[in-house]
T-cell receptor
């Protein structure tokens, strides 16, 4: 089954404790991206990757890191999480930017 | 960068009536305009998209129109049904970034 998976689905952590949210797709998509969803703000792009070893900042990259060592995986790293990073995070993949984005199930992160 | 504005933020319609959501974008180089539907507690899913070389596209009860000169595009849902209740997002891209509108919460009243 073609899909995008994310783990964990729910995470409660404390300020400053490094965490990684994994994202994996099995559709051989070149383009992958991370979004955060906050009430009234829609979906805001954090980082995107056009292919292996190619990543770039989206609209809200501060406080986040990503890597794309393999085509199928695109982890999101929060080196020192802060409460303002409490949000719902979605990973997505597509053939290219201007094609349908397939979203993962979402990760609800709470930073206390 | 691209800036996408979406209106209205909430929309309540009677079942069977039409719903219209409008979006404007800032970057004239944008050439792909998708619409996503997000049901409560679920992930966004594409419902329709349009490219800049097309003015209108229909898929059953939903249609999208694009006015490149005015830099706006709209989603039209006809004969609304309870299952159309959701949050709808428009988006635009011309390069490698995808910018979304803030979303419209549509409620279909029975």
């Amino acid at each position: 089954e073609a899909q995008v998976t994310q783990n964990p689905r729910y995470l409660i952590t404390v300020t400053g404790k490094k965490l990684t949210v994994t994202c994996s797709q099995n559709m051989n998509h070149e383009y992958m991206s991370w979004y955060r969803q906050d009430p009234g703000l829609g979906l805001r792009q954090i980082y995107y990757s056009m292919n292996v070893e190619v990543t770039d900042k989206g609209d809200v990259p501060e406080g986040y890191k990503v890597s794309r060592k393999e085509k199928r995986n695109f982890p999101l790293i929060l080196e020192s999480p802060s409460p303002n990073q409490t949000s719902l995070y979605f990973c997505a993949s597509s053939l290219q930017t201007n094609h349908e984005q397939y979203f993962g199930p979402g990760t609800r992160l709470t930073v206390t | 960068g691209e800036n996408v504005e979406q209106h209205p933020s909430t929309l309540s319609v009677q079942e069977g009536d039409s719903a219209v959501i409008k979006c404007t974008y800032s970057d004239s180089a944008s050439n792909y305009f998708p619409w996503y539907k997000q049901e409560l507690g679920k992930r966004p899913q594409l419902i329709i998209d349009i490219r800049s070389n097309v003015g209108e596209k229909k898929d059953q009860r939903i249609a999208v129109t694009l006015n490149k000169t005015a830099k706006h595009f709209s989603l039209h849902i006809t004969e609304t049904q309870p299952e159309d209740s959701a949050v709808y997002f428009c988006a635009a891209t011309g390069d490698y970034k995808l910018s979304f509108g803030a979303g419209t919460t549509v409620t279909v009243r029975a």
